[in-house]
């Protein structure tokens, strides 16, 4: 299963527009395919700034991963746009990620605005069981791409569910077939604790050819 990378931002009050120029700076360095989005809508709003998410995919192998992070550490310029960014924030982290199920194939001239991440807690003996329905959760009507991964880090058996779509009237079509499919009571059932949803906004795509 390919993998990607996200670096978690919480700039300082009056640079977070400094921040997310630096981060779209730092991602275009890498030569990956990759965004960085805003948050509009944090998880945790009393816990945190509003946020910076950078996101560097493009990594078929956790082998690629384990050389991006080689060749980062060993070269002291490719290091320092990502300390440009970090210096302004309050918090920053990295975090890796595999994918569990890859995007839908994208309708036409697919352009997203909008990304919407799910992060779910299973029950431990529910786990293999909720990874079972994940094909079927991706299955709606709504332009949309639908990515669910797992962090490397964090509890083990988390998941994560990221929506793509180009405006929020169709976020709130995707959410309204999410809460009505008839796999939602199983769902529940399988979930250890209510899912925590965060939204933001696509700032800088990275297309790599």
């Not at 919407?116 to 431990?124: A, D, E, G, S």
Request: charged fraction near 20%.
């Amino acid at each position: 299963m390919p993998y990607f990378i996200n670096t978690w931002r919480s700039p300082k009050p009056g640079h977070f527009m400094e921040v997310a120029n630096a981060a779209r700076e730092a991602l275009q360095g890498t030569g990956k395919p990759g965004n960085v989005s805003t948050t509009i809508s944090h998880p945790r709003p009393t816990e945190r700034n509003m946020g910076v998410v950078g996101t560097i995919a493009g990594f078929p192998e956790i082998t690629d991963v384990e050389e991006f992070f080689d060749a980062m550490l060993d070269d002291e310029s490719r290091f320092a746009s990502v300390e440009k960014a970090n210096t302004l924030c309050d918090h920053t982290n990295v975090s890796v990620s595999e994918v569990l199920h890859g995007p839908n194939t994208l309708p036409d001239n697919f352009s997203p605005k909008f990304i919407q991440r799910l992060f779910i807690t299973p029950r431990l003996d529910k786990h293999r069981e909720l990874l079972l329905l994940v094909p079927d959760m991706k299955e709606t009507s709504v332009r949309s791409n639908i990515v669910v991964s797992r962090p490397l880090s964090g509890p083990s058996v988390s998941i994560r569910v990221s929506c793509f779509v180009e405006s929020l009237e169709l976020l709130k079509e995707l959410n309204s077939q999410f809460i009505g499919s008839p796999l939602q009571k199983t769902i529940q059932q399988s979930v250890a604790s209510p899912t925590v949803r965060g939204l933001a906004r696509i700032f800088y795509v990275n297309s790599v050819s």
